[in-house]
């Protein structure tokens, strides 16, 4: 059966954030072993109780970043959001006894979505927490959307094209 371990490893250096990640941990466990036993009520359950406390915790997480006035504060937010929207739609699809399991599960995509997440996005707050600095996951993140690249025009009669991206040097 599927499951999540948190580990040390997965510590953002805030005891009160890591006590969240592994309380998240414990929501999502509970919410593969009922989509393992097709238990819709519990389902049903582990991702109404995924919903608000994704969402208490989301809310310190900001409040800590507001504090340290975090520069990758609204790009963070914004994923926070987007997480949020969906588990409130698989809230209201469950709440109408939509199976689960016809569609994949939610264990799978959430459980993704929060070691990465952990990993990548909230371990840049814990550095920044630490040195002041971005450091070298700042420069990959904006390395990943990089903005559009300007036109250039190539003379009279030819469209214009787009310069060639080229990656964010990350020395
Ligand atoms: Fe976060």
Redesign the pocket.
Known sequence: MQRVEWSAFLSVGNARIDQDHQRLFEILNRLADAEARRERAVVAAAVEEMARYAGEH?AR?EELMEAIRYPLLAE?RRQ?RELAAKVEAWRTRVARRWHPWHGGTFFAVLAHWLVS?ILE??RMIADFCRTGKVGHRFRRAKAKTPPPAPLREVGWGQRPIREARTPMSLA
Do not use: A, G, M
């Open positions: 989301f997480e963070h926070h997440h996005d909230d």
